[in-house]
């Protein structure tokens, strides 16, 4: 019940929910994406008990979802119950940052396995900055094509 597997998960979640109550929002809703949601949240409060040193303020609304990438993986009953097109407000999100990463991080995988802890770690860093960066001026750019189509066909036609 109390597994190593799941403190981790458990700690952080506390402590989130710690943080935000901190804040003195008057009500507090959390949305927990998890690949394995459906399995880790059936016996939290179980597991919170067995741990004093955890403590989770029950008053909070407290949601969990499994992603979209990971749903279709699971049995028909977790689509119904953790399937973030029927929570309202969850947006369309597919909550699976990590797993759109891993292509890109395939690609140098062989060359960061020979290198130092300190040199990998500086290299994997390099690529995250990377991507982020692209990220955030593509959020601009798709912005800015969104909001202008006409004026960025007119840029188009002047080139």
């Known amino acids: 019940m109390n597994t190593p597997r799941q ?3 458990d700690y952080s979640i506390c402590q ?3 943080y935000k109550a901190g ?4 009500q507090l809703g959390l949305l927990e994406i998890y690949d394995i949601g459906c399995h880790w949240w059936t016996n939290f409060f179980k597991r919170l008990e067995l741990n004093p040193t955890m403590d989770f303020n029950t008053t ?8 979209k990438f990971h749903l279709g993986a699971h049995v028909k009953e977790c689509f119904f119950k953790y399937s973030l097109n029927f929570i309202t407000g969850a947006g ?3 909550g699976e940052i990590m797993e759109t990463l891993w292509s890109l991080f395939n690609k140098f995988a062989k060359m960061a396995r020979s290198m130092g802890t300190a040199h ?3 290299i994997l860093n390099d690529h995250m900055r990377d991507v982020n960066w ?3 001026v593509g959020m601009g750019k798709c912005t800015f094509d969104s ?3 006409a004026l960025n066909l007119l840029l188009e036609f002047m080139k």
């Open 16 to 18: 989130a929910a710690a």
């Open 7 to 9: 403190r981790n998960i």
């Open 60 to 67: 909070i609304d407290f949601i969990v979802a499994v992603g």
């Open 92 to 94: 369309q999100v597919d």
């Open 134 to 136: 692209k990220k955030m």
């Open 120 to 122: 990998r770690r500086e």
């Open 23 to 26: 804040e003195g929002q008057h």
């Open 147 to 149: 909001l202008f189509p």
